[in-house]
């Protein structure tokens, strides 16, 4: 099995540029001062909504590319977190936000996944994986995620029906290993307010996964959960577009406007796929034309976000007067 990590909450814990500024204390409710460890617990809360959200519409959207993509896994539908991916001076805020006793626990559970129906819960601490009993985090390590790696690692080749041992509100249970079959990529957001998205391939051997990551500052801006669908499809509609011999090189950070609009078309229809409207796509792109006037003549390789809505609106028009929509094992582009 594969599970989706958001690189959750990544936030300034490990990068301080995407930290927000705190100026100090200011004015709280009934006259108590707000303080900073008060503010950035509100921004992790905040984020992990968004980090949910974020994986819902991920699972989704890599059930839906499945029949496309080169490799394909067992697809959880969860997020994971803990303590020890936060640098020290956020450590103290993250036990707040999210109550972390030691052990990587569960960030979010996807709607509609087997976990979900099985009955994971956000805050479930993970404390076996079959026989395998977890190292608790030690606090002297310094930020990384290697905690959350290794619980992922182990995930990803237990077996189907192991049993998972956890821990919710001080009290053991065991529940059974499951997924879903879906694209083999991870999505997580970016604790930034930059307006941005980018995919990553994975090795060519998959001992290194797929990403693909949105900024918090995108997920703020999307009006309804189908654009963001649109900007995750696009994403995801390189990584399994490209050709083999490009998912052997590094990511390129620009591509020309012909693979792009590529993207733009598999993407849109890896959201419809999923179940998200398709007219979203042209929606997103006519507002942030309107939010971004240097974006007229579009840059680093992509069209501009007019011409992208314009193409996307006749696209969506295409896909309303198909009867699957492109969503069978070729999934047409």
């Known amino acids: 099995m594969a599970f989706e990590r958001h690189v959750t909450l990544a936030i300034a814990a490990l990068l301080s540029t995407a930290s927000p500024a705190f100026a100090g204390p200011r004015g709280g409710v009934d006259g108590q001062a707000v303080t900073v460890m008060d503010q950035r617990v509100a921004y ?27 490799d394909q896994r067992e697809l959880a539908g969860i997020t994971l977190h803990s303590a020890s991916q936060y ?18 626990a569960v960030a979010a559970v996807a709607e509609g996944s087997t976990w979900a129906d099985a009955g994971l819960h956000v805050g479930d601490r993970i404390v076996a994986i079959g026989d395998t009993h977890l190292p608790a985090f030690n606090d002297l390590q310094r930020g990384n995620f290697a905690q959350t790696d290794d619980v ?26 499951q997924g879903r079959a879906g694209c083999a990529v991870l999505f997580q957001i970016r604790g930034t307010k930059a307006m941005s998205a980018s995919a990553a391939r994975g090795s060519v051997s998959g001992q290194r996964p797929q990403w693909v990551s949105v900024s918090a500052g995108m997920v703020n801006f999307a009006a309804e959960d189908a654009e963001i669908a649109v900007v995750l499809g696009h994403e995801l509609a390189h990584l399994v577009t490209d050709s083999e011999a490009q998912r052997a090189r590094p990511p390129a950070r620009t591509g020309t406007r012909q693979r792009e609009a590529r993207a ?31 974006d007229v003549l579009g840059n680093l390789g992509h069209p501009s976000s007019r011409t992208r809505a314009r193409d996307l609106a006749a696209e969506a028009q295409q896909l309303r007067q198909s009867s699957d929509a492109g969503c069978g094992p070729e999934l047409v582009d």
């Open 44 to 70: 992790l809360v905040e984020l992990a909504v968004q980090d949910a959200r974020v994986n819902d519409i991920g699972f989704r959207i890599a059930r839906a590319a499945a029949n496309r993509c080169p």
């Open 87 to 104: 640098a020290q001076d956020w450590r103290e805020a993250a036990q707040q936000a999210f109550g972390f006793r030691g052990e990587v």
């Open 152 to 177: 992922l690692e182990r995930l990803a080749v237990a077996p189907a029906g192991a049993p998972l041992a956890v821990i919710r509100r001080d009290q053991p249970m065991v529940l059974t290993l």
């Open 264 to 294: 733009d078309r598999v993407g849109l229809r890896l959201a419809a796929c999923a179940g998200y409207d398709p007219a979203a796509a042209a929606h997103f792109w006519q507002r942030y034309a309107a939010s971004r006037w240097i």
